[in-house]
């Protein structure tokens, strides 16, 4: 098996067993690697279960992608606070989603509330607008190469100094 493989499973291997380990640093592949996998996986489970199974799946990896996300952004020397934004922006969203679902059939079939409407369509559109700028700022972040000294969350990730080596200067 060639390094570029090796570096693959290596780094889905750490997502899964460092599922709930929010300290120190994760680099690119580490991130990247087990995002395209299960993006492939919850593909193929949508495909066979009609859905059904992509959302246990995608149930089943909300933690794991957090702590790989601050694993991330720490090592951006970034706290954990851009992911939890993020991660709330999202969950607003697809409830604001749903109920503004609800809302514009509930003020459809009342036809006197077509001004409610306008506001409601409004409301919708500026809460997804802001939530889209927060995770495209996050895509940014965690894209962005890792900073090659160690930092406040350790001598990981990106780091390619040795541990020892850097205590003997």
């Not at 709930?20 to 580490?30: A, F, K, L």
């Not at 593909?43 to 089943?60: E, K």
């Not at 939890?84 to 009342?110: D, E, H, K, P, Q």
């Not at 890792?146 to 003997?168: A, L, M, R, W």
Request: glycine share 8%; net charge neutral; hydrophobic share 45%.
């Amino acid at each position: 098996m060639d390094s570029s493989q090796n570096q693959v499973i290596e780094s889905y291997k750490a997502f899964w067993t460092r599922f709930i380990d929010v300290n120190g640093r994760s680099t690119r592949p580490e991130f990247w690697h087990p995002f395209w996998i299960n993006f492939l996986i919850s593909s193929v489970l949508g495909i066979v279960s009609s859905g059904l199974l992509s959302g246990l799946f995608a149930i089943v990896i909300i933690i794991p992608t957090f702590t790989v996300m601050v694993r991330r952004l720490h090592d951006t020397n970034r706290t954990m606070i851009l992911a939890i934004i993020s991660y709330i922006s999202g969950f607003i969203t697809m409830i604001a989603t749903t109920l503004f679902i609800i809302g514009v059939i509930i003020i459809v079939a009342n036809t006197e509330s077509h001004g409610l409407l306008g506001t409601t369509v409004m409301a919708g559109i500026f809460g997804t607008v802001i939530a889209g700028l927060v995770t495209l700022y996050t895509w940014f972040v965690l894209i962005l190469a890792g900073n090659k000294e160690p930092n406040k969350y350790g001598t990981g990730g990106s780091c390619e100094t040795d541990i020892e080596v850097y205590t003997q200067q």
